[in-house]
């Protein structure tokens, strides 16, 4: 999920520098940061909204709906200027500055006028914090599940992004626009999945709590300490 707002931090620099012609230096240095204010604000703004309404599903199609049309923009390509900057800036909605600029040196990113510092991301907060909620009632199988989540996504996102969008592809990074459009659709498919099998699991918590505390439930629980005692 991380790496689905990728294109809105390095590639989107490197698309500005590729074409000087258009943009000036002062717009190639700020205009990314526009990216990373989307980030920051719907980050701030979903985790005060999931807080309050625990709807953690519905903020999560929120954020992955613009980012799946901004996908596609950068796919199609021959959108004209704006739809292409209106591509990169919908990537915001789920992350900016991301973990590609860790390939950068620090002179090479403040050459482009990005950074190497930490990415805002809306997404990964939502989908733990989700899974938190979710397994709030076993400590050891929460902590599991959100260390695996957390590891495997920085791993991935680390190992993949070079890959997706390497500095000799600007300003078109076909190939990395169409796997981060591909991912997105599955992202937005996966949090259905999620949805439905966490009610199932809770449903099945509670039929379980609903039984230990029917009359024949207790019956049982009594007999079992019957024979404990035998």
Not at 1 to 23: E, H, R, V, W
Not at 51 to 60: M, N, P, Q, V, Y
Not at 179 to 199: D, E, G, H, K, P
Not at 214 to 226: A, F, H, K, L, T
Request: with cysteine; hydrophobic share 45%.
């Amino acid at each position: 999920m991380d790496q689905n707002g990728g294109p809105g931090g390095t590639p989107f620099s490197l698309y500005l520098k590729a074409n000087g012609n258009i943009y000036s230096v002062v717009q190639i240095n700020t205009l990314p940061t526009i990216t990373t204010a989307v980030s920051v604000v719907i980050a701030l703004v979903c985790g005060v909204a999931a807080d309050r309404t625990g709807g953690f599903w519905i903020l999560s199609v929120a954020v992955t709906l613009p980012v799946l049309v901004g996908m596609a923009l950068l796919v199609a390509w021959d959108v004209g200027e704006r739809g292409r900057l209106a591509g990169f800036f919908l990537t915001g909605f789920e992350g900016g500055k991301h973990l590609l600029l860790s390939s950068l040196s620090s002179a090479q990113a403040t050459k482009i006028g990005a950074s190497t510092d930490a990415s805002f991301v809306a997404i990964s907060p939502l989908t733990m914090s989700w899974a938190t909620v979710i397994m709030a009632g076993d400590a050891e199988e929460r902590a599991v599940v959100t260390a695996s989540m957390n590891a495997l996504g920085q791993a991935i996102a680390a190992g993949t992004q070079v890959v997706q969008f390497p500095a000799t592809g600007a300003p078109n990074f076909q190939g990395g626009f169409r796997s981060a459009l591909a991912t997105t659709v599955v992202q937005f498919l996966n949090i259905f999945l999620i949805l439905f099998l966490s009610r199932k699991y809770t449903e099945r918590q509670n039929g379980a709590e609903v039984g230990s505390r029917s009359p024949s439930g207790i019956m049982e629980v009594r007999e079992e300490q019957d024979r404990s005692f035998v």
